[in-house]
């Protein structure tokens, strides 16, 4: 029989596979054979990382008292033993935080992230704690700040053209920015290209914070025009697509803040 070490190695490199692909449930069920492999272990550090990685797999599923109370169990396993982990999590307790509209505390959540990786120079992981920022100022209607950080975000990312598996959120709150402005065509073809992404177009909470958000923007297109726009979207290519969306929103900008 395999040791644990190498049975959650496993585990997690056939996680991230089933992730990617939007395979929630599989992936759960993964997580938790993974979880009683590490409470054997007796490893805190990897107790708090498991929990916290379920929690964020039930933020997906939709069922969002579930994912807080794993990512707060996780958390406090962390406390102490891993300062990177728990500025991490904190970006997916925003997550979770924000889906239940709780909105300050996820913005203190998404900022309690922003601020570790921005001491320790981590542009990465400020790509993604500057993305849920800016949603969670949207929701608040502080839209200049939102503006600003996703703009932050996605110069990061073109700057490093890394990280691409989270950079499609930071487009896809771009897509509602520019919604929220009133270009929802335009929204509407980079949300085509974002949902072309398998664990976003399975996500429960991002159809519940960003599909539901363009839908109700795009009530009073037609039908065939939502259609072609979406469709267009999928034939985009993504990062020549970024490089083109941050000479608009920093040249052109079609904010206008």
Known sequence: MEDPSTQVMAIKALGYLLSVQGNFEENLALKQRELEITQDTGDRRMLGIVQTEIGEIYCHMGDYLRAEAHLRTGIAWLQGRSDFEVALRHRYLGDVLLAQGKIVD????????YQFFHATDQKGWILTSLTGLSRAELALGERTNARRHARQALQLFNQMQMYTFFAYLTVAEIAVLLADHGQVLHALELYGMVLKQGFLAQ???FAD????????AACQVPMDA????????QGLDFNA?????LDEVTRCDPWGS
């Open 106 to 113: 996820a913005r203190e959540a998404y900022r309690f992230s």
């Open 203 to 205: 996500s429960r909470w």
């Open 209 to 216: 914070l960003f599909g539901k958000f363009l839908e109700e």
């Open 226 to 233: 939502k259609l072609a726009a979406q469709t267009r979207g």
């Open 241 to 245: 697509t970024t490089r083109w969306l």
